[in-house]
């Protein structure tokens, strides 16, 4: 009887040490998720409070029908253009742009997606009326009007 008592702690013991091993894995490994998604939250909540867009030289082309403004990154961070979003009236436009544009300082086609700190981009949309209101929206939120 005395082994058996024994047996049945080491086959606890070794249960407990199991069951021990499987969780603090599981928490480390869930840690781990949730501090990247911690410092990813963070660097875009840098990126954020730096970014800075301006929109100029809003101009309607009344007989080619075309609105054409430029989009200055007055911050002190790059942005993809491509995930600019534009809002022609307060509606979401999927209108592609004029042949031509976008133009990344006066060059098209553009040799790079970064709009980097200090740069232009040119963009020119083919519209059916002159826009009463204008909106860029960037990836981190930023975004500029027009009025």
């Known amino acids: ?60 082309n009344s007989s080619a029908l075309t609105e054409a403004f430029t989009i200055s990154n007055t911050g002190t961070v790059g942005m993809d253009y491509t995930n600019f979003a534009y809002l022609i009236d307060g509606v979401y436009s999927t209108a592609t742009q004029s042949a031509g544009y976008p133009k990344l300082n006066g060059v ?23 826009p009463s209101s204008l909106q860029v929206i960037s990836e981190y939120g930023i975004y500029a009007h027009y009025p």
């Open 1 to 60: 009887m005395g082994f058996a008592v024994t047996a049945a702690n080491v086959i606890l013991a070794v249960a407990m040490l199991t069951a021990f091993s499987t969780a603090a894995s599981s928490y480390w490994k869930n840690n781990s998720t949730l501090e990247e998604a911690r410092r990813a939250m963070d660097a875009r909540a840098v990126k954020s409070s730096h970014a800075n867009i301006t929109l100029s030289g809003v101009a309607w």
């Open 108 to 130: 098209n086609p553009p040799t790079s997606d970064l709009l980097l700190p200090g740069d232009s981009l040119d963009v020119k949309f083919g519209l059916s009326s002159q």
